[in-house]
């Protein structure tokens, strides 16, 4: 499998997946003409992507998803909780994406094994991913209030890893957000901070994992640097230093990545 991180950030969340012969876009939450352009720019023409899944109602992840399945002739899966809303009802096909499930999309030897976990966020529900093609993971865990040990054991085995790491709790509580708001990322309905990523990575950290993607920086309260620093060492400490940490950025793509 290929994986491009298209953007992430609180202005939108997507990224590609080229798994054999299919593409999957994993979150729609950019405006409608960013998306355009940056599938554009991956070379992603009309009537390429075959599957969109969305992890949760939040409009940064899912505000054109029904626009591109539309264009796109994709099957739209997302949990049946949002599937009525009106911009998802555009989607040719919707599908339910329930929780704690195994899915498979395709069959034989290329199918690609969806498994979903429950994650804590003041969105109900909001889905950690684990993808399997080939003997290949990718886990994406995003929009996550707190780490949670049963989420470690749902997505292990990652050989890529997209983790949220939001903000740096001290520049957050020093920041100009209002009290209620940074009340809300701190809270278990919230966004991991660097060091709960930190805790979460530890217990995804897999003989087979390679690279780690930090996704959904906040640029308020969050520098890449500290949250990449966070990351590297919690994977020394762990005798990993060979593990790649890239970040997301919200305003251009990460290069492709093989998984
Ligand atoms: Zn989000
Ligand atoms: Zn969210």
Request: aromatic share 2%; hydrophobic share 40%; with cysteine.
């Amino acid at each position: 499998m290929r994986l491009r991180v298209l953007a992430s950030g609180s202005g939108g969340n997507a990224s590609l997946l080229w798994a054999g012969d299919r593409l999957v876009l994993l979150d729609a939450g950019l405006p409608v003409t960013a998306m355009t352009e940056r599938l554009l720019e991956s070379r992603v023409g009309m009537k390429a992507i075959d599957h969109v899944i969305v992890t949760h109602g939040h409009l940064d992840h899912s505000r054109t998803a029904g626009v591109i399945a539309k264009r796109q002739g994709a099957t739209l899966h997302a949990p049946a909780e949002i599937l009525e809303h009106r911009s998802l009802k555009r989607a040719p096909e919707r599908r339910p994406l329930g929780v704690g499930v195994d899915e498979v999309i395709g069959e034989g030897a290329d199918a690609l094994a969806i498994k979903t976990a429950l994650v804590p966020h003041d969105c109900f529900p909001t889905l950690a991913l684990r993808l399997e093609q080939h003997g290949r993971v990718l886990s994406l865990l995003t929009d996550c209030g707190e780490p949670r040990e049963d989420l470690g054991k749902a997505l292990g085995g990652a050989h890529v890893l997209l983790i949220e790491a939001n903000h740096d709790v001290q520049l957050l509580r020093e920041g100009p957000y209002p009290q209620s708001l940074k009340d809300r990322v701190l809270g278990a309905g919230g966004h991991l901070s660097n060091d709960q990523m930190a805790i979460m990575l530890r217990r995804l950290l897999n003989p087979h994992l390679h690279t780690v993607v930090l996704l959904h920086l906040s640029a308020k309260n969050n520098r890449p640097e500290i949250a990449r620093r966070v990351a590297m060492e919690a994977l020394e400490q762990a005798g990993r230093s060979d593990v790649r940490v890239l970040c997301a950025e919200q305003d251009r793509p990460l290069e492709p990545l093989d998984i």
